[in-house]
């Protein structure tokens, strides 16, 4: 069995920064693509940053210039570092990946969420 741990979310004041982690364990045959998404209470879960195997990331507009993601791919771990935090960045923030499984099945896991809460 995969799975994604994350850590890292807590409390922070407004312009402080936080970092986040995403480590995949189990039978993994391969990571393709590691995102962070956020889902704030009563909207919709959106999209934060992608970053794929080789390292090319892609943010959404209202973080970019703000916040960083970044992976190691031997520990099978994605980072967001989240400088200048804003209170409308509270939320509850997972990872996904793109995994490949035993035997070569792609499967697509998320995370079980950590919260960040921004305080003004």
């Known amino acids: 069995q995969v799975q994604l741990v994350e850590s890292g979310g807590g409390l922070v004041q407004a312009g402080g920064s936080l970092r986040l982690s995403c480590a995949a364990s189990?039978?993994?045959?391969?990571?393709?693509?590691m995102g962070w998404y956020r889902q704030a209470p009563g909207k919709q879960r959106e999209l934060v940053a992608t970053?794929?195997?080789?390292?090319?990331?892609n943010y959404a507009d209202s973080v970019k210039d703000r916040f960083s993601i970044s992976r190691d791919n031997a520990k099978n771990t994605a980072y967001l570092q989240m400088n200048s935090l804003k209170p409308e960045d509270t939320a509850v923030y997972y990872c996904?990946?793109?995994?490949?499984?035993?035997?070569?099945?792609?499967?697509?896991?998320w995370g079980q969420g950590t919260l960040v809460t921004v305080s003004s």
């Open positions: 970053i794929s195997s080789g390292g090319r990331a």
């Open positions: 189990g039978s993994i045959l391969g990571i393709n693509d």
């Open positions: 996904k990946a793109g995994m490949q499984i035993p035997p070569y099945r792609d499967l697509e896991v």
